[in-house]
């Protein structure tokens, strides 16, 4: 696991300079390396899943549970590496709390309220629009569009969404409300992306994530504790969520703010494409969900999105 972005003299006093700021460039505007790919591809994988997790915790817990407990598992995975004990300033800490808010006491208490009502494919696919509204929210905050070959990317991959998506949204008034969520709680993401990639350039993921989940447990407790009243035991949903606790709550997030810092927020979001892709395939594999042919078509304009995205683009002027 990657503590802390690798970075040069220079881009640290300009990182130094910015650090006040909400959101600051990533360290490498270049293609992407292997290690910059690996860090797309495990992650993408990890929440891929996640929604086929959450599917199963469902079966037992109720959807505050699902997300206390996620956040809970996560925390204690972070606890036990040394890097979360590096000390964080004092002035650092609002955007901390930004972060566990954002990032996943919001998110996601809406996640599981929303898969009540949408499959877990849908879930995951809708979960793809993540860079769309980081590249929002980034040219809003730092005053400027990406590249060009970046826009492109984006919306390529967006519009791959739509044809994954499109299918799903006609079946009715629950499925829309699940949509609805999802978009808001994706929304939420657009701005943690962000707000995370100056705190990881000064102290490194785990510290800055590992006090993130400990906001974000104290924030989630309340509905949690009523969650778990109206739960009942159950091996498999337990197990579920512990798994997408330790990986998908802890493992996963501290290798995409590691990516963040190092490529910036937007180019780092396209993994949530790769992500969208793994849980259709693994809706269909395990819970049966449907696929139609314009769906598989969307996986592969995703895709193209994410190819896009990776390369090398001068920034548009201020």
Request: aromatic fraction near 10%; charge should be positive.
């Amino acid at each position: 696991m990657i503590e802390r972005t690798e970075m040069s003299p220079g881009a640290k006093v300009g990182n130094d300079r910015r650090v006040s700021r909400m959101t600051s460039e990533g360290t490498h505007a270049g293609s992407f390396h292997s290690s910059d790919w690996l860090l797309v591809l495990i992650p993408g994988l990890i929440w891929g899943a996640s929604f086929l997790l959450i599917s199963e915790g469902l079966e037992a817990f109720a959807p505050g549970a699902v997300t206390f407990m996620r956040i809970a598992f996560g925390a204690v995975t972070l606890w036990f590496l040394p890097a979360s004990r590096i000390r964080v300033e004092r002035a650092d800490w609002p955007r901390v709390v930004i972060l566990g808010v954002t990032w996943l006491a919001f998110p996601m208490t809406l996640f599981p309220l929303a898969q009540r009502h949408i499959s877990s494919s849908l879930a995951g696919m809708l979960n793809g629009a993540i860079p769309v509204f980081v590249t929002i929210v980034a040219a809003v905050l730092l005053r400027r569009w990406p590249g060009r070959w970046q826009v492109a990317g984006i919306f390529v991959g967006a519009f791959g969404l739509v044809l994954m998506g499109v299918r799903s949204l006609n079946e009715g008034g629950s499925t829309a409300l699940g949509v609805v969520l999802i978009l808001v709680a994706v929304s939420s993401y657009g701005i943690a992306v962000n707000v995370s990639v100056p705190l990881t350039q000064k102290y490194g993921a785990i510290p800055v994530f590992w006090r993130a989940q400990v906001v974000s447990v104290i924030l989630t407790a309340p509905f949690g504790v009523f969650g778990l009243a109206r739960s009942h035991w159950a091996t498999r949903p337990f197990l579920a969520i512990l798994l997408l606790g330790i990986f998908g709550t802890a493992v996963a997030f501290v290798m995409m703010t590691t990516l963040a810092a190092r490529v910036g927020a937007t180019r780092a979001s396209i993994l949530t494409y790769l992500e969208a892709v793994v849980a259709l395939i693994l809706g269909v594999l395990i819970r049966n969900d449907s696929v139609a042919a314009i769906e598989v078509v969307g996986c592969f304009v995703v895709l193209l999105g994410a190819w896009c995205t990776s390369r090398v683009d001068a920034p548009h002027g201020h």
